[in-house]
């Protein structure tokens, strides 16, 4: 989906609810941005050590990294979230192929362009849409004045912020 639209907020909800039926668990959030900033050893590093529970692993190269995630969670039931991927560098070293985690694994991946899915065989997939006019409106409100109610002397630009949103979350907690 679009930027914006919500894809992290639902994607942590999901693992929220979800995670608890899990060996393992890794929220691995913007990353796009740390991958450029902090290169993808160092999300491969984050990986092992959440799901691990170990305060160290030590990776010096992305093939390395990419070895011992399959080696130590091939056995381990994990969900896994990678948000924001936009390169498909970033999921060949970090989720390689299904046969790297446990039965019943879970990997949910945010992102921007659908073509990256494609290209790593992701079977199933979700487009996230942006809200509808009322579930707007609800939003905006909810965001500006911390109540569900609002005076009908602001319904005039609530209605017009709505329509210039387009239904975009990101964009109420913003005009909120």
């Not at 070895?67 to 060949?92: A, F």
């Not at 905006?140 to 005076?151: E, R, Y």
């Amino acid at each position: 989906g679009m930027g914006g639209v919500g894809k992290t907020t639902l994607a942590l909800a999901l693992y929220n609810s979800i995670a608890y039926h899990f060996d393992g668990m890794c929220f691995l959030e913007n990353v796009r941005e740390n991958s450029q900033k902090y290169g993808l050893v160092l999300l491969q590093n984050s990986l092992l050590c959440k799901i691990l529970g170990k305060e160290e692993v030590q990776i010096v190269g992305v093939k390395e990294g990419s070895s011992q995630i399959q080696q130590r969670l091939r056995q381990k039931r994990v969900l896994l979230i990678l948000d924001d991927i936009d390169e498909y560098e970033q999921l060949k070293a970090i989720a390689g192929k299904p046969d790297w985690f446990g039965r019943g694994s879970r990997i949910i991946i945010t992102t921007r362009n659908k073509h990256l899915l494609t290209l790593h065989d992701i079977e199933k997939t979700y487009e996230v849409q942006g809200l509808n006019k009322e579930e707007s409106l609800d939003l905006l409100i909810w965001k500006a004045f911390k109540t569900d109610i609002v005076s009908p002397r602001y319904v005039n630009v609530l209605t017009r912020a709505v329509s210039y949103a387009s239904g975009f979350p990101l964009a109420f907690k913003v005009l909120g």
